[in-house]
């Protein structure tokens, strides 16, 4: 009966020492306490989580760690725990030695005597700050994707609505509300793909020129300038019209055209630095063409005017004036720079983009 019982005792100092290498290895913090709320043991994780050592830690109020707004829920924790009852994965705040606040969440058993009385807790915490900074970017990208998505409908209703006035023709129709709506869909992919940071105004005019071809009669040049959101949507419809207008009437519409768009930064009257944005170009006068230059649909009358002239100059804070004259037709675009770009970027630079 001595040896069996000095096995038995081995056997409980062996399930005990890896229990204890089990609890010291965990990454969650795992700490105990009595029923008056005392710490009696407080692993490695809890240290590195807590900031306290097992020293500092030990035979001190678990109130140390509880914020004092949040004081009550230990209260409420031990009256639990006297009743036997666990509490699984229960979110709170805790905080550190250095004062700092860290979301966590709890697990909470009651401990029992081999009487099976209960004389304490053991507490799981897991650090869930990550996760809650996580949480709060999703909602707040949830906002920003609802709110951009109702801005969206709103211009698309608002092509409707002013295409529906100057269409007779529903194929004409349809086929203007398409187009239009695909340029607002290539703007909107280039956000898309900078995480709706902002896009290069060389690749805004490159990419909304792109199902016009005829990429040879078009020359790009100004400094590289990275255009806010709401700067890339207005322009990038600014850029499509005018394309549209191009491709059937203008420069692209012609073997001997030529377009040219050039942006350069200068200092206002006011002193404040403006971007200066020219549309501009040029094609073989056609045979009978009036002094007042071309009188096509695209940019006389309709959604398109209402773009150039106020939506796309309104929405930057800026001013615009379309010129037409026989085989030259101009778009000039003067806003603050501030307007634009996205702060601190590309306002210095002295690189140029051309194309």
């Not at 666990?86 to 009651?110: F, H, M, N, Q, W």
């Not at 709706?196 to 005019?205: N, Q, R, Y």
């Not at 695209?298 to 796309?312: I, M």
């Amino acid at each position: 009966m001595t040896e069996l019982a000095s096995i038995d005792s081995l056997l409980e100092i062996t399930a005990h020492a890896r229990l204890a290498a089990i609890v010291d290895s965990s990454f969650d913090a795992i700490v105990s306490k009595d029923l008056n709320s005392i710490i009696t043991s407080w692993n490695a994780a809890a240290q590195r989580m807590f900031g306290y050592t097992a020293e500092e830690a030990v035979g001190r109020s678990v109130l140390m760690l509880i914020p004092d707004h949040l004081k009550d829920e230990e209260t409420d924790i031990i009256s639990r725990v006297r009743k036997g009852e666990l509490l699984a994965s229960y979110e709170t705040i805790r905080r550190r030695k250095d004062g700092g606040l860290i979301a966590v969440s709890l697990t909470i058993s009651p401990i029992r005597n081999t009487s099976g009385e209960i004389i304490g807790a053991s507490k799981i915490a897991r650090d869930i700050t990550a996760s809650k900074e996580s949480e709060r970017r999703i909602r707040l990208l949830l906002r920003e994707v609802n709110h951009r998505v109702k801005n969206q409908f709103a211009v698309i209703l608002s092509m409707i609505r002013e295409t529906s006035k100057r269409s007779t023709d529903p194929r004409e129709f349809e086929e203007l509300i398409r187009s239009r709506i695909m340029a607002l869909s290539r703007s909107h992919d280039l956000l898309v793909n900078s995480e709706w940071a902002g896009a290069s105004l060389f690749d805004l005019a490159q990419e909304q020129l792109k199902p016009f071809g005829h990429e040879a009669r078009v020359s790009l040049s100004g400094p590289l300038l990275t255009l806010q959101p709401n700067a890339v949507q207005n322009l990038g419809m600014a850029f499509h019209e005018l394309g549209t207008n191009s491709s059937k009437y203008g420069a692209l519409a012609s073997e001997a055209g030529r377009l040219e768009i050039t942006w350069r930064i200068v200092e206002g009257v006011s002193g404040k630095r403006e971007i200066h944005l020219l549309w501009d170009e040029t094609m073989p006068v056609r045979e009978g063409e009036r002094p007042g230059g071309r009188q096509d649909e695209t940019v006389r009358k309709g959604f398109g005017t209402v773009v150039l002239q106020r939506v796309a100059p309104q929405s930057l804070n800026g001013l615009a004036v379309l010129d037409r004259s026989p085989g030259h037709l101009s778009w000039s675009l003067t806003a603050p720079l501030d307007s634009i770009i996205v702060p601190q970027l590309g306002a210095d630079l002295p690189e140029t983009e051309t194309s």
